[in-house]
């Protein structure tokens, strides 16, 4: 059973930072590309970065580019989004999720198998 927990969200105001943190299992975190998304009221989930097992960066969605950094840990079987210049249109509930396979291939949440309960992230 693969579990995906998420931590690190809160308020910040516009311009400030927040790094989240997503827990998986020693065996998820090495065979799965990892990505974050982001829900806001109302609005489709959104894909915002994603990192394959071996640490490589597969994407960055072009709302984020340059301001949030995708990264993990091996030591802790965490991956990481770190998250600055935030603005307003960033607030959101973050989820990470597993793709189920050990290579990115898609930016559709359909395509991701595995969600952690989400976080919330509040942007003033």
């Known amino acids: 059973d693969v579990q995906l927990v998420e931590s690190g969200g809160g308020s910040v105001q516009a311009g400030g930072s927040l790094r989240l943190a997503c827990a998986a299992s020693?065996?998820?975190?090495?065979?799965?590309?990892m990505g974050w998304f982001r829900q806001a009221p109302g609005k489709e989930r959104e894909g915002i970065a994603a990192?394959?097992?071996?640490?490589?960066?597969?994407y960055y969605a072009d709302s984020v580019k340059g301001r949030f950094t995708i990264s993990q840990d091996n030591a802790k079987k965490l991956v990481y989004l770190q998250m600055n210049s935030l603005k307003p249109e960033d607030t959101a509930m973050y989820f990470c999720?597993?793709?189920?396979?050990?290579?990115?291939?898609?930016?559709?949440?359909?395509?991701?198998?595995?969600w952690g309960q989400g976080t919330q992230v509040t942007v003033s």
């Open positions: 990192i394959y097992p071996s640490g490589d960066t597969n």
């Open positions: 999720a597993a793709d189920g396979r050990s290579v990115c291939t898609s930016r559709d949440p359909k395509e991701y198998h595995f």
């Open positions: 020693a065996y998820t975190y090495a065979t799965n590309c």
